[in-house]
């Protein structure tokens, strides 16, 4: 059986389950009773003879009964087609009951007692059409007999014939309103085996991830055991090497022997501190790490280390020394985990540097996402490590080109552990380093109690600036990429150059609102003559020397509430007040940026990024059946997706396709003309794309666009 062939007998089913469940068996009584008591008073009325409908009447009544029990006992795989031609068998014994009805209760030349009977007929047959309405052949079954007999007995009497077509009229009326309803009730029948379908296949695929997670959880247990009892088992004979290899190192020996002992002293100082590792990068799913609320002192942590591995550096003549910068603040870390990555880190450092000097530097800066953060650099004067190797060093048995001789005492599990602890607290971790001029890894770790920030930092509440003429003077494409996804989407025209000599020349063909320049151009950006009307945001490195030339400093890289508030010290609230309503009227914001400032304050970052993706989904869905629709020009489908649009995009502040979408929707109730209720369509689309790029190029981690999309676009 095809797909197609499945869908419509699951349509049927649905239907007959309707008129089963629906069906009242007595619903006709009170008509019927009218019927008998219009038909008593008539004069020279017979009772037995009125009742004979009656009994019928009950004949067919318990006969749906019977096949309404037997329905309900049915089997899975019955074939709907059958129980519909046996309910629309029932629903024509039913209507022939009327028919003799029609035949046995009307009296000739007695206008009140056909107008009592005309009623409920009428009443009757509306009645039964509300319990068949989702299978109009039940229904024709039980009206052609019921209402055709009440037609023809008044046709006959020669002066009732537009009753009789009234009768006839009433009944086609009430059979074509039966396609709509069973439309609707289609409609609901589709919901509802696609919802039934929804929930199996979300069952199966719960039980599939809980088996999985079973098997992984059960397989991680194992792993656990192993791990605890070889660990147990190795360390237990490896100790007492160690300790029977210490006891001979102190005892009275000869050169050679001495020499011998302290091989297998490292030998096995070595492969304990291997064994270690291996532990620590096999527990890394069971290991937690306990973060202290007060976090702990980054420079007690260095020095701590230092003193642990100075008697190493003293023993191959290097100098260790540790420099920490002042009022430096707490880090986010547990102390002793701090310890261990700065031992290894550290201890690689001297085991691969011959001469020289191991330093070990702190100090406080920002990172690429605008978080404080302390910095641990570890830096020797060893061999190097080629650039091919960079990228792979804290890979786990990945070892650096080194001293080979240094290189077998390793196996390329330390930095692959300082990896994963250093990331567990939130922190990163790296290496720079050329062959012949030493390495220096560096770590960061954020800070548990954030510093004094200035006043651009403490502007969480500044809203985004809107439609200001920007220009922006940085080389790095990083820095411009952030500095766009910052501003752009709020209405923001930005002009980028590369060098000095490009943005002089800009700014004297154009007028920008503020000029936004990497420290190295400000001061003399600052001297040309064209931009000295024009306020100058200098973007400073935290290392980096403040320049005299600049209207305010922003040190970067600083995150999006920091560069807003910049952005208003520098162009002055006069000045944005001041500012000529027509100078920008070409550029629109396509997002509300403080309703979205709002957002992300209240909900928070991750939310609002849910948020988002889950509008994008569904107004991506909403786009596709506009279109859709618009393409059969079916307009009022297109006003109701419309519709679903702007209560989507609303709550956002995503005003302009709020707008867009509204406009369509009310040229549909209106009754425009197919060429503007197209030019609306393709205006919301438009906004919506718009509204798409806008917000991907915000929060660039929202789902990239989609193929069709693009292309339309």
Not at 86 to 100: E, M, Q
Not at 202 to 229: C, M, P, V, W, Y
Not at 638 to 657: C, E, K, P
Request: glycine letters at 8%.
């Amino acid at each position: 059986m095809g797909e197609a062939q499945v869908r419509e007998s699951a349509l049927l089913q649905g239907r007959v389950e309707v008129l089963f469940r629906l069906a009242r068996y007595d619903l006709s009584f009170p008509f019927a009773a009218l019927c008998v008591a219009t038909a008593l008073l008539q004069r020279d009325a017979n009772p037995t003879y009125v009742a004979v409908p009656i009994v019928a009447y009950l004949a067919a009544t318990l006969y749906g009964r019977v096949l309404k029990r037997a329905y309900d006992k049915r089997g899975a795989y019955d074939d709907p087609v059958i129980w519909a031609r046996h309910f629309t068998i029932f629903s024509g014994i039913a209507g022939s009951t009327w028919g003799l009805g029609a035949i046995f209760w009307l009296g000739a030349n007695s206008f009140a007692a056909e107008t009592y009977l005309v009623l409920a007929f009428l009443g009757m047959s509306a009645a039964e059409f509300v319990a068949r309405s989702a299978y109009r052949p039940a229904y024709l079954a039980h009206a052609v007999p019921s209402l055709g007999s009440l037609a023809v007995m008044l046709a006959l009497e020669g002066d009732q014939t537009l009753s009789a077509l009234i009768v006839i009229f009433f009944g086609g009326v009430l059979y074509s309103y039966g396609g709509k309803l069973g439309g609707l009730l289609e409609e609901a029948i589709v919901l509802r085996n696609d919802n039934t379908h929804l929930i199996v296949r979300l069952n199966e695929e719960k039980k599939a991830l809980e088996t999985t997670r079973d098997h992984a959880q059960a397989g991680d247990r194992a792993k656990s055991t192993f791990i605890s009892n070889i660990s147990q088992e190795l360390r237990t004979p490896l100790n007492a090497i160690v300790g029977m290899a210490q006891l001979l190192e102190r005892s009275e020996l000869e050169k050679a022997q001495r020499d011998h002992v302290k091989v297998l002293l490292e030998a096995g100082r070595g492969l304990k501190t291997l064994l270690d590792d291996i532990i620590a990068l096999a527990n890394q799913a069971e290991e937690s790490i306990t973060v202290p609320e007060e976090g702990c002192d980054a420079g007690q942590a260095a020095r701590t280390v230092a003193r642990l591995l100075q008697p190493n550096a003293w023993e191959k003549r290097l100098r260790l020394s540790v420099n920490v910068a002042a009022g430096l603040p707490r880090v986010a870390c547990d102390p002793r985990l701090l310890r261990r990555v700065l031992l290894k880190i550290a201890g690689n450092a001297i085991r691969f540097t011959e001469r020289g000097n191991v330093e070990i530097a702190l100090d406080a800066r920002r990172d690429a996402a605008g978080r404080s953060v302390v910095r641990f650099a570890v830096t020797d004067t060893g061999p190097g490590i080629p650039e091919h190797m960079l990228s792979a060093i804290f890979e786990p048995f990945t070892k650096g080109e080194r001293n080979p001789e240094e290189l077998s005492r390793g196996a390329g599990v330390g930095l692959a552990v300082a990896k994963r602890l250093v990331e567990t607290v939130g922190g990163s971790i790296g290496v720079d380093s050329e062959p012949g001029m030493g390495a220096k890894f560096w770590i960061t770790i954020p800070t548990a109690v954030a510093p004094a920030t200035t006043e651009a930092d403490n502007a969480e509440s500044v809203a985004p600036p809107v439609a200001l003429q920007l220009l922006v003077l940085a080389r790095d494409p990083a820095m411009r990429a952030t500095i766009d996804r910052m501003l752009t989407p709020f209405g923001n025209r930005l002009t980028f150059a590369e060098n000095l000599g490009q943005a002089s020349a800009i700014s004297g063909r154009n007028t920008f609102d503020a000029i936004l320049s990497t420290a190295a151009h400000v001061d003399s950006l600052a001297a040309t003559p064209a931009p000295q009307r024009t306020p100058i945001l200098a973007l400073a490195a935290w290392d980096e020397r403040p320049p005299t030339g600049a209207s305010h400093v922003l040190r970067w890289p600083a995150n999006a509430d920091a560069l807003y508030g910049a952005i208003a010290i520098v162009i002055g609230e006069k000045t944005a007040k001041a500012k000529p309503k027509g100078k920008n009227e070409n550029v629109e914001a396509v997002l509300d940026a403080r309703a979205i400032a709002e957002l992300e304050k209240s909900l928070g970052l991750k939310t609002l990024l849910d948020i988002l993706q889950s509008y994008m989904q569904t107004a991506e869905a909403l786009a596709i059946s506009v279109t859709a629709a618009s393409e059969r020009a079916d307009w009022a489908q297109a006003a109701r997706h419309a519709q679903d649009f702007a209560g989507s995009a609303g709550g956002l502040g995503l005003t302009g396709i709020t707008a867009a979408a509204r406009a369509l929707a009310q040229g549909a109730r209106d009754g425009a003309s197919n060429d503007i209720l197209a030019k609306a369509a393709q205006d919301m689309l438009d906004e919506h794309r718009r509204v798409g790029r806008a917000l991907r190029k915000l929060y660039p981690d929202l789902p990239a666009e989609a193929p069709a999309t693009a292309d339309a676009a």
